[in-house]
């Protein structure tokens, strides 16, 4: 697709960089068959050869509208469009740029600004989160209903006695994650205490980045990068095995920090040395000898594997593996493709059209018949959670309920059902 940049965007490298990506878009349209707000909406504006023509057009009129922000916004950066694109269009590289580039030319209102400020303000910091799901546990009682739903329930985790082993792997702790449900950081230090690993934890590791840089705050982002990459890179360079990571968002966002230095060689070359280091959980235990940890007996589980595995990171297929070789009954639900909805802060910014994704998603889950729902990333398992008083974990954590006792460790469960 040709485009013709506006004076406006002369020098804007964005800019250039979008003109070059549109080069690859054939205007086939896959993509649309494969687009959850498409599905929902039906207007080919709210899919990505539609949003795309948009970008096209902003690039070469060097204006944009309300309108044309409300298709852009609208987008959940799933990248299922990207999985069935034939001719390789970065489309998540597009649209962030395309959304950036509207807000340069059309400032979002007061409203919207303060939102997404105060999200920035809160969800990458564990101590604010703790302190407002505090008051919010306190509250919850006079909360209205809808409110009430949305705050998860807390599942601790009781840790591991503290064994050391020659295999030390870095675990990220996350925000939300480490906040809101702690337990899955616990459950991956007990399932990898009994294959020898040794889960350490980073002092001073900040948030991965991600919730700033889909929010357009790309230079905090590349700060809090910054901040983690010095941290993590001389513990590696060390000897600790990997970066592991079991929320599949965070470890997109790692794996994208080449991107995010495309302009600072130094940092640019340390995000690449840092790279072949980084792992999602499943990848990295289905790459091992799992011998050790083996389920008593086959336990029907329900998986949906969030976009940012199954499109993002293309590893859905070694979780479903993994799974399968644990000992799990796994069950796939009907379109496993399409998101369900949360997509970071997507579910707050668009409530209505993640409700209805979260509730079709919940029931293809269901559907499966199977005893227990998983995922593999915290957004995921919080949105789903919020529509259902059936328990949704991560799959680490139901692969630690369920494991039999173990004589290494002097409590290797919490115990909750």
């Known amino acids: 697709m040709d485009t013709r940049l506006s004076p406006r965007f002369d020098k804007d490298s964005d800019a250039r960089e979008a003109q070059e990506l549109l080069r690859s878009c054939v205007h086939c349209g896959f993509c649309t068959a494969t687009c959850p707000t498409y599905q929902l909406l039906g207007d080919e504006l709210d899919g990505p050869r539609g949003r795309i023509y948009l970008i096209r057009q902003m690039l070469e009129n060097g204006k944009t509208s309300d309108s044309s922000r409300e298709h852009l916004d609208r987008c959940l950066l799933c990248r299922a469009c990207e999985t069935t694109c034939p001719s390789g269009v970065e489309y998540s590289r597009l649209l962030h740029i395309g959304r950036?580039?509207?807000?340069?030319?059309?400032?979002?209102?007061p409203g919207q600004r303060i939102l997404r400020?105060?999200?920035?303000?809160?969800?990458?910091?564990?101590?604010?989160?703790r302190?407002?799901?505090?008051?919010?546990?306190?509250?919850?009682?006079?909360?209205?209903?809808?409110?009430?739903?949305?705050?998860?329930?807390?599942?601790?985790?009781?840790?591991?006695?503290?064994?050391?082993?020659?295999?030390?792997?870095?675990?990220?702790?996350?925000?939300?994650?480490?906040a809101a449900s702690p337990n899955i950081n616990a459950a991956t230090r007990r399932v990898l205490d009994r294959l020898g690993i040794e889960c350490l934890k980073v002092a001073g590791e900040r948030c991965c980045g991600a919730v700033h840089h889909h929010l357009d705050a790309d230079e905090k982002a590349r700060r809090l990068a910054r901040h983690n990459i010095d941290l993590w890179l001389p513990l590696l360079r060390e000897g600790a095995e990997t970066l592991l990571l079991t929320a599949s968002a965070c470890v997109l966002e790692v794996r994208d920090y080449p991107l995010l230095f495309a302009d600072d060689p130094v940092y640019r070359r340390k995000a690449l040395e840092l790279l072949p280091y980084c792992q999602e959980i499943g990848t990295f235990l289905n790459r091992q000898d799992i011998e050790g940890i083996q389920l008593a007996a086959p336990?029907?589980?329900?998986?949906?594997?969030?976009?940012?595995?199954?499109?993002?990171?293309?590893?859905?297929?070694?979780?479903?593996?993994?799974?399968?070789r644990l000992?799990?009954?796994l069950r796939q639900p009907a379109d496993s493709h399409l998101c369900c909805g949360s997509a970071g802060t997507y579910s707050i910014l668009q409530p209505t059209l993640a409700d209805q994704l979260g509730k079709d998603k919940l029931e293809k889950l269901r559907d499966t018949g199977a005893e227990v729902i998983a995922s593999a990333n915290i957004g995921c398992l919080l949105h789903l959670q919020e529509r259902t008083a059936q328990p949704v974990r991560h799959w680490i954590e139901w692969l630690d309920e369920f494991l039999p006792p173990w004589a290494g460790s002097e409590s290797n469960r919490d115990g909750a059902g």
């Open 100 to 109: 950036g580039l509207s807000a340069r030319l059309l400032p979002l209102p």
């Open 117 to 129: 400020a105060g999200l920035r303000s809160v969800l990458p910091y564990p101590k604010r989160l």
């Open 131 to 178: 302190a407002l799901l505090g008051l919010a546990y306190l509250l919850r009682p006079v909360l209205p209903g809808r409110l009430r739903r949305k705050i998860p329930g807390h599942r601790a985790g009781k840790e591991p006695a503290r064994a050391s082993h020659p295999r030390k792997v870095l675990l990220f702790q996350g925000c939300v994650q480490s």
């Open 299 to 324: 336990v029907s589980m329900a998986f949906h594997a969030p976009c940012t595995l199954q499109h993002g990171l293309r590893a859905e297929r070694d979780t479903t593996e993994l799974l399968s």
């Open 327 to 329: 000992g799990f009954d």
